[in-house]
């Protein structure tokens, strides 16, 4: 049977002094602590000044609710467990949560360190890379929004909004006709199905009957032929008779393309039969345009081709 001597005079509230049973006291705590006290209020009753006596007096028991404060890192420091547990180490940790490293220490030091643990340079990189991921979902996140404001912007084109801006499209990326090659006539190329959709609309505008307007397909010889034809035919809703044959460009090996995989789908050539008259329209009004955009000068106009 073991013996536990208490001091005199030690704050005890009145209960008797000298020596009693290790089972006695015990037995007194577990009553005390069943009816709601803290180890503190359970130590001042029977003046137990010893922290590990104390905690083996109430072994087992619950403490009650009303002594469970709540903590605002409560949920950090369950995430902090978490991801230790999948192998992260202190830096990775507190790039991922945000918090200080000591947090972190004393939350997770009584789990198991991660296997292959990683250099400092390795680490330094990691943790480079996850604040950088961090830094572009938030610039996505701009972009899409600056973009989305812009779109809403442009709301519905007047006929003479198109006008513009096909004619604007046919000077970036049309044939032109040159004083020592003459080319007076509609030829269109472009990759991006969102240009080329613009500038059939134009055509529409203009009164351009879809039946003379051919089309073709320029590409890599390594790209899937076969594919791209069917897209920019569905695309178009013309049928394969109005494509002339495919443009083969070489593919050079030694080369490294970005313009490469499934969404790959080279150019598409659009040629529109019987059409000087929409060329020279086109040039005259390209003309007043540059013209309009700086009105003051005098010689505006010198210098076209």
């Known amino acids: 049977m073991t013996e536990i001597r208490r001091r005199p005079g030690d704050g005890t509230g009145g209960l008797r002094t ?10 007194q705590a577990v009553t005390l602590r069943r009816e709601g006290l803290s180890l503190r209020q359970i130590r001042d009753r029977l003046g137990i000044h010893n922290n590990n006596i104390l905690n083996s007096l109430v072994k087992g028991e619950p403490p009650p609710e009303w002594t469970k404060r709540p903590n605002a890192k409560d949920d950090l420091r369950d995430r902090a467990r978490e991801l230790r547990l999948q192998g992260m180490t202190y830096d990775e940790i507190q790039v991922e949560l945000g918090c200080a490293k000591s947090s972190i220490s004393l939350w997770v030091r009584d789990l198991p360190k991660p296997a292959g643990r990683r250099t400092p340079a ?10 950088w991921e961090r830094e572009n979902a938030v610039r996505d996140e ?10 809403a912007e442009i709301g519905q ?34 990759s991006d199905p969102g240009v080329i959709r613009v500038f059939l609309a134009w055509l529409d505008l203009i009164g351009v009957d879809r039946e ?7 590409i890599h010889e390594s790209a899937d032929t076969g594919a791209a034809e069917q897209f ?38 659009l040629y529109v039969s019987r059409s000087a008259d929409i060329y ?20 505006r106009m010198s210098g076209l081709s």
């Open 142 to 151: 701009r972009r899409t929004l600056a973009k989305e404001s812009a779109r």
């Open 122 to 131: 390795e680490q330094a990189r990691l943790a480079s890379h996850r604040r």
């Open 232 to 269: 920019w035919a569905d695309f178009v809703g013309a049928d394969a008779t109005r494509f002339a044959r495919t443009t083969l460009k070489k593919h050079n090996p030694r080369t490294t393309r970005k313009n490469v995989g499934e969404n790959y789908r080279g150019c598409l050539i």
């Open 212 to 218: 003379r307007i051919r089309y073709r397909v320029m």
């Open 18 to 27: 000298g020596t009693t049973t290790f089972e006695s006291l015990r037995e």
């Open 157 to 190: 084109l007047s006929d003479r909004e198109l006008f513009i801006a096909g004619v604007t499209l046919y000077w970036a990326e049309g044939t032109k006709d040159k004083s020592y090659d003459r080319r007076e006539n509609v030829q269109f190329v472009n």
């Open 280 to 299: 020279r329209r086109i040039e005259g009004a390209w003309c007043g345009i540059v013209g309009a955009s700086n009105p003051n000068r005098e010689d």
